[in-house]
């Protein structure tokens, strides 16, 4: 029997599965209701909500309205989760979001040249994340970037780089700590970027 404290209706339902069998409190004492499972898609993928423990949470749809845990899907979207035991409230509001994006984008990294790795006219730099989100933040700041925005931005700093070394051709490494995110160059004028790397750990 578990106690189903908060929750946050209007989720996407993905997919129905079958009919579970929910007990939960209310006013008048313990309720019971014949629920269908479901699944909850973000951001393109299917998301599955974890509790405090870190125990999968169920998803549920009951008389048309899809139920969620707050916490969880709050979180996936890089908001910030809080409880008013006061007024027995759950909040959620946008602090992590603005905090995450306090500052460009380029102060966000810490730029280095590696000059025992140039090739001809191409200088190699690094440019390593500096700023003060930890990985589960800094995977929802990079995913709530528009892609060509961001490749935008990280082209720039390759080009920032180039005016720097006039005649030069840039290759810029983007990563957070050991993990690598993607790569902006600066060649002949133009610029380019791929970021396919990231992908395949921010999930």
Known sequence: MKRITYFLSGALAALLISSATVSAFAAGGLITLNVQPAQVMVNGE???????????????????????????????????????????????????????????????????????????????????Y??????????????????????????????KAQSDLLGSEITMYFSFGSYNLGTAFAQFGCTFSNFDPASVWIK
Do not use: C
């Not at 989100?133 to 528009?146: A, E, I, P, Q």
């Not at 961001?150 to 700093?157: D, N, P, R, T, V």
């Open 46 to 128: 299917v998301f599955q909500p974890k509790d405090a423990q870190g125990r999968d949470a169920l998803v549920f749809t009951y008389n048309g309205t899809t139920y969620a845990p707050v916490r969880a899907l709050a979180e996936a979207y890089g908001l910030t989760v809080g409880y008013d035991s006061v007024k027995n409230m759950a909040t959620v509001d946008g602090a992590a979001r603005t905090t995450n994006s306090t500052g460009s984008f380029s102060s966000q990294w810490t730029v280095t040249e590696k000059p025992v790795t140039r090739y001809g006219n191409e200088h190699i730099f690094t440019a390593v």
């Open 130 to 159: 500096s700023g003060p989100l930890s990985m589960d933040k800094f995977k929802s700041w990079w995913k709530s970037m528009n892609a060509a925005d961001l490749k935008a931005q990280a082209e720039q700093m390759a080009l």
